[in-house]
């Protein structure tokens, strides 16, 4: 390998470590932005105007607020995903999920969340978007039935 592919390839890893360091930033700011809008939401009357909406990404459950507790990964991950209008990485799936209180015995809860996401694509109820390392998940608005429930 060349000094400049060397030097291409240490560019990368800093260009990953800054997308996973904003990532955790980002899912940050939503547990602090849900959290105030909750707040806001119970301080004053909506007044005939919709009270903002934010996704269900809980301030972390030291606070008591943890929306995700007594879930398994699966119901957590579809519960997370169907408030996020963008799709998500694995990563802050789950990152959002320990936040809101998810309690899960996996050593690795990232490959946990994957094996559960994809059983959820199979059912029609998560999409899979991209591949590799830009792979992301969404919700899908109307799970599509399955062919036999289909038929009668």
């Known amino acids: 390998m060349s000094h400049a592919d060397m030097g291409l390839v240490d560019y990368v890893r800093r260009l990953v470590e800054r997308e996973d360091r904003l990532e955790r930033e980002l899912v940050e700011v939503r547990i ?18 919709p009270t903002p909406v934010a996704a269900p990404v809980a301030a972390p ?15 957590a991950a579809l519960a997370y995903l169907r408030g996020e209008s963008i799709p998500r990485k694995t990563a802050e799936i789950a990152r959002a999920l320990e936040a809101g209180g998810l309690e899960s015995e996996a050593k690795n809860l990232q490959a946990a969340l ?17 591949e590799g390392r830009r792979m992301r998940w969404v919700a899908v ?3 599509v039935a399955l062919l036999s429930e289909s038929v009668t």
């Open 141 to 143: 608005r109307e799970p």
């Open 32 to 49: 602090a932005r849900a959290h105030a809008e909750r707040e806001l939401a119970s301080a004053r009357p909506t007044e005939g105007r």
């Open 114 to 130: 994957f094996g559960s996401l994809k059983r959820l694509v199979n059912r029609g109820e998560v999409k899979k978007v991209g």
């Open 61 to 75: 459950h030291a606070n008591g607020n943890a929306p995700y507790v007594g879930m398994g990964n699966e119901a």
